[in-house]
């Protein structure tokens, strides 16, 4: 399942880091590669927003996002796909109180500790 953060968190311990990969060159291959040979773990993203895949990648990713725990850092999650909003277990967002109502800025309720 996909966990979206949309602020800087550090790396978590043991797992696959793929945040160092390029998309043009291997990123999709080596995430094909892990879901073929390994059952369990937890992939690290980094940085991604969805308009930096294609579709195909996309759907190619599904896959992986079924199998194993992803997180990603997004600071607009929903440019994801449907297909992909589908699979996420949660979206952590963070601001300050009485912050905007959408999720891709805030996330939390307007009247946050606020007195009427």
Same mark, same amino acid.
């Given at each position: 399942? =996909?966990?979206?953060?949309?602020?800087?968190i550090p790396k978590p311990a043991d797992c696959y880091d793929l945040s160092r990969l390029s998309l043009e060159d291997n990123f999709v291959d080596t995430i094909l590669s892990i879901t073929a040979h390994q059952t369990t773990g937890t =992939?690290?993203?980094?940085?991604? /927003? $969805?308009?930096m895949l294609t579709p195909c990648e996309e759907v190619l =990713?599904?896959?992986?996002i079924r199998t194993f725990n992803c997180i990603v850092v997004s600071r607009?999650?929903?440019s994801f796909s449907h297909a992909w909003k589908n699979e996420t277990d949660w979206i952590y967002t963070v601001g300050p109180n009485?912050?905007?109502?959408?999720?891709?800025? /805030? $996330?939390?309720? =307007?009247?946050d500790e606020c007195k009427a």
């Amino acid at each position: 399942m =996909l966990t979206i953060y949309t602020y800087r968190i550090p790396k978590p311990a043991d797992c696959y880091d793929l945040s160092r990969l390029s998309l043009e060159d291997n990123f999709v291959d080596t995430i094909l590669s892990i879901t073929a040979h390994q059952t369990t773990g937890t =992939l690290w993203f980094g940085y991604l /927003d $969805g308009w930096m895949l294609t579709p195909c990648e996309e759907v190619l =990713l599904r896959r992986a996002i079924r199998t194993f725990n992803c997180i990603v850092v997004s600071r607009f999650p929903h440019s994801f796909s449907h297909a992909w909003k589908n699979e996420t277990d949660w979206i952590y967002t963070v601001g300050p109180n009485n912050g905007s109502p959408y999720t891709h800025n /805030d $996330g939390r309720p =307007l009247h946050d500790e606020c007195k009427a």
